[in-house]
Every structure is written in C-alpha cells, then in structure tokens.
C-alpha cells in the first residue's frame, strides 16, 4: 500500500478532538455514585420490595400481639402488585386479613410462587404452603415454618433481582 491508503487510519492524537476520529468512542467517566431508595427500580420501571428479616418479622408479630402481621401482608402485597402488575394488592390484602385471615397464608404464598413462575424460575412456595398455617396451626409450629417458607422465599426474589 502507498502512504495515502493507509489500512489503519492515524491514532488519534491528544490536541485532536473526538469527533475528528470517529474510530474511538468519546470517554464519559465512571457512573456516579448512588444510594439506593427502599424501591429499587428495574431497568423496565417494576419497583423491587423491600427485603424483611425473618426473624425480626416474626418477633415483632408477637411484640404488637398480631398487628404487624397486617402490616406485613399490607406491605408485601402491596410491593408484588407494584412490581408484577398483578395481584391483590396492599388494600385487598389488608381487607382480607381483618375479616377472612384464614385465607392470607394462601393466597401470599401463591402470589409469592407467581413471581417466581412469572420470572421464569421454579415455584418455591405456592397457595398449598398455605397448609403450613392450617391445619399447620395444629401442631404449633406451622404459622412460623409457613411464614420462614413465604418470607424467606419472597426476600430471596428480591435479592435476585438486585435489591439490598
């Protein structure tokens, strides 16, 4: 090849600006810090729940004689219908827990597997983990195994997704 048909054109040079060699991307810098909210967003818009320790949960249920338990079920359902479109929601879930309770152990858990099947991963609770809590309730420790199940299950779906 002669000197005028070079196969690789000069590198660009310091004192030359970007847009005279369009072979090299301009150079934005590193992404700035963030602190994340408590709804995290995807990159299609679906707000992320919040993670809620097991534990924790379970001991503020006994602290307040039940009444974070409607808190709990306000606050997640509300969070999957936000991030799925799909659901009950927090609402419905808290109208439902007052006056027919015994249906929420059901109808979390298989919201709960929805997510999950939605994603296109294997159920890992569904409506019939609900039987945990009852008959469940019969041998003592089945709300708790049913909530450690539900809960544990649902913060594992929202780390997956990024959530901290």
């Known amino acids: 090849m002669t000197e005028n048909n070079q196969a690789n054109p000069p590198a660009q040079t310091p004192d030359q600006p970007a847009s005279q060699n369009p072979q090299q991307p301009p150079h934005y810098g590193a992404a700035p810090a963030y602190d994340p909210a408590p709804y995290q967003q995807l990159q299609h818009g679906a ?7 097991t534990g924790t949960c379970i001991l503020l ?3 307040t004689f039940g009444i974070y338990g409607l808190v709990w079920y306000y606050s997640t359902h509300d969070e999957m219908k936000r991030h799925s479109g799909q659901g009950i929601g927090g609402g ?3 109208l439902l827990a ?3 309770g015994i249906v929420m152990p059901y109808l979390t858990s298989s919201e709960v597997g929805g997510l999950y099947e ?6 890992r609770v569904s409506g019939a983990t609900g039987l945990w809590y009852f008959p469940g309730m ?3 420790v089945g709300p708790i195994v049913w909530f450690v199940k539900t ?4 913060n594992d779906y929202w780390r997956s997704l990024g959530a901290s």
């Open 47 to 53: 707000p992320l729940g919040k993670i809620r320790g």
């Open 61 to 63: 249920m006994f602290v």
């Open 92 to 94: 419905i879930a808290l």
């Open 98 to 100: 007052l006056f027919v």
């Open 118 to 123: 939605r994603a296109g991963r294997e159920r």
């Open 138 to 140: 019969l041998i003592i």
């Open 151 to 154: 809960n544990g299950a649902l």
